[in-house]
């Protein structure tokens, strides 16, 4: 396994570079640049002016030579800074964006997952229940139904009909996380009391979808299994149902499952940029959206290139993972 995983390893050094170049390229390509944002609006600049400023910052170099020179300096840990906040991308990125990111989504994956699982293996074992039709029409409906319109819909309904019961989730205050009123000595428990109210319902919207998704995965691995030749014959020697269940069918089943976590682990640092953007979240995924609105490049390039390399990690160790939850896999 360990010559397996070096391989991988190995292997994903040009991966990321064309990730990188294509990401670069997608981003310089798109219309305007920051120079055209920053003097968007301002008539008292000239273009002489403008000349010199893509000069200075390089924009009037071909997008390719600007690849090389950005990937020079990333590979020393330089990733420039944000022009719309001033300070290093990387800063503003691990330190403003990324922990309201996590703080929003390993939550939520969490719970789905814990509720998610048992109500998928609930439903393979009483296929055709009423229990089971209902989860598998909740199942289609979060799936189906747009992240953007339960969530817009969802403040409608608590805004509107229960007044007060989000705690103000409409808008978050101006400066972020946190009400202005909360004191600055408050305890960690008020402070965490406080974030809770604006992260309840972000949260629940992400875990509706999670929940489906989930679901459907387990009860099809699960009902695939349970009609498996070496499922029947453990029934056929007299094993109890929950032995058979739990012990021989629940860890072929439950494989698909790590795929979609692991798959899934790698989304939680990306964020929801619909859901976040919805609920004014400032987390991960709107400072994307943000940042490709305002041509800030280099915040652009920081969080896609930190999306793509935990995606290559995870997909290494979900596949590390299956020789664990799967004993007829091994590496050579």
């Known amino acids: ?47 002489d002016d403008i000349a010199r400023l893509k000069a200075a910052y390089g924009l009037d170099q071909p997008w ?21 906040f001033g300070i290093p991308a990387l800063e503003f990125v691990f330190q403003s964006r990324l922990p309201n990111t996590l703080l929003l989504t390993v939550p939520a994956l969490i719970i789905s997952t814990l509720i998610a699982v048992p109500l998928g293996i ?25 992240v953007f319109w339960v969530g817009a819909l969802a403040l409608y309904f608590f805004a509107v009909y229960l007044p007060g019961a989000t705690g103000g989730a409409l808008s978050l205050p101006p400066g972020g996380l946190g009400s202005p009123d909360l004191p600055a000595d408050a305890s960690a428990w008020a402070v965490f009391a406080d974030k809770l109210k604006y992260l309840l319902l972000p949260m629940m919207i ?8 989930t679901l459907r995965f387990m009860r099809a691995n699960m009902l695939e299994t349970l009609t498996q030749d070496y499922v029947r014959t453990a029934r056929a020697k007299g094993l109890a149902d929950r032995r058979v269940l739990y012990k021989h069918a629940l ?25 976040e ?31 793509a390399v935990l995606t290559v990690v995870f997909q290494l160790l979900t596949d590390l993972a299956y020789a664990i939850v799967d004993p007829r896999i091994r590496y050579a």
């Open 1 to 47: 396994m360990g010559t397996y995983a070096l391989r991988r390893v190995i292997q994903m050094i040009p991966l990321l570079l064309v990730i990188s170049l294509l990401i670069f390229a997608l981003t310089a390509l798109q219309p305007g640049d920051p120079v055209d944002q920053l003097v968007f609006g301002n008539s008292n600049i000239t273009p």
């Open 251 to 275: 860890r072929n089943a439950v494989t698909p499952i790590v795929t979609l976590l692991g798959l899934s682990i790698p989304g939680l640092f990306g964020g929801a940029v619909i859901t």
């Open 64 to 84: 390719f030579t600007r690849y090389f020179f950005w990937l020079k300096q990333a590979i020393t840990g330089n990733f420039g800074y944000s022009q719309d």
């Open 206 to 213: 992400l875990m509706l979808r999670e929940i489906a998704v």
């Open 122 to 146: 609930f439903s393979a074992v009483r296929q055709y229940s009423p229990l089971d039709y209902i989860l598998t029409f909740f199942a289609f409906l979060a799936v189906s139904a747009p």
């Open 277 to 307: 953007t919805v609920f004014s979240w400032p987390g991960m995924g709107k400072a994307i959206l943000d940042a490709l609105v305002s041509k800030d490049f280099n915040v652009v390039m920081v969080c896609l290139m930190m999306l």
